[in-house]
T-cell receptor, first 119, second 114 residues
Framework: GAVVSQHPSRVICKSGTSVKIECRSLDFQATTMFWYRQFPKQSLMLMATSNEGSKATYEQGVEKDKFLINHASLTLSTLTVTSAHPEDSSFYIC???????????????FGPGTRLTVT | AQKVTQAQTEISVVEKEDVTLDCVYETRDTTYYLFWYKQPPSGELVFLIRRNSFDEQNEISGRYSWNFQKSTSSFNFTITASQVVDSAVYFCALSGSNTGKLIFGQGTTLQVKP
């Protein structure tokens, strides 16, 4: 299957600083990527849809000025958590859509996740 | 609105027992996809299956089997002869046609004891 990477896998930052998380599709081009957040012992919640060359679409309740998403190329989307606070500590997971020719419209591949801890 | 419900928060079984994880979904879409993912302690999601709304055939893959019933909006997952390595959190998810967005259930934590 296709591979999606995330960097970093773990990050600890101080309250008030910004953190950038990268999501890369390594062997395919992805016009659409998604960012999910998972708090401990909870489910994954979709934060936003990242579209190459256009603005991200945020889900209700997600602050777009706090969670900046940039999808500048067909293989890279970045999520920047600005002015991070302890309540932003979470597991962030990205996924990338791989379009297929004929039949099934796409396959979705998840990155391994980034664990953010804000102290 | 779309919704996925996994009513079982935690299940504990002894190795070699069969176990069924329940999933009930809600959607107004006529075309949609249902998924099951496994999340081991490492956190990485492991894809198990995708089923589209027009294919109600049950599927078996080794010790895993899935029962999709549109009449009850359910997509249940059974592990036969469970093993300790099956211990993980399992998520059922729903996606509308061509959107790719996944709506996840709350997850079921499965513990398989030796």
């Amino acid at each position: 299957g296709a591979v999606v990477s995330q960097h970093p896998s773990r990050v600890i930052c101080k309250s008030g600083t910004s953190v950038k998380i990268e999501c890369r599709s390594l062997d395919f081009q992805a016009t659409t990527m998604f960012w999910y957040r998972q708090f401990p012992k909870q489910s994954l919640m979709l934060m936003a849809t990242s579209n190459e060359g256009s603005k991200a679409t945020y889900e209700q309740g997600v602050e777009k000025d706090k969670f900046l998403i940039n999808h500048a190329s067909l293989t890279l989307s970045t999520l920047t958590v600005t002015s991070a606070h302890p309540e932003d500590s979470s597991f962030y997971i990205c996924s990338a859509l791989k379009l297929l020719a004929g039949g099934t419209p796409y396959e979705q591949y998840f990155g391994p996740g980034t664990r953010l801890t804000v102290t | 609105a779309q919704k996925v419900t996994q009513a079982q928060t935690e299940i504990s079984v002894v190795e070699k027992e069969d176990v069924t994880l329940d999933c009930v979904y809600e959607t107004r879409d006529t075309t949609y996809y249902l998924f099951w993912y496994k999340q081991p302690p490492s956190g990485e999601l492991v894809f198990l299956i995708r089923r589209n709304s027009f294919d109600e055939q049950n599927e078996i893959s080794g010790r895993y089997s899935w029962n999709f019933q549109k009449s009850t909006s359910s997509f249940n997952f059974t592990i036969t002869a469970s093993q300790v390595v099956d211990s993980a959190v399992y998520f059922c998810a729903l996606s509308g046609s061509n959107t790719g967005k996944l709506i996840f259930g709350q997850g079921t934590t499965l513990q398989v004891k030796p």
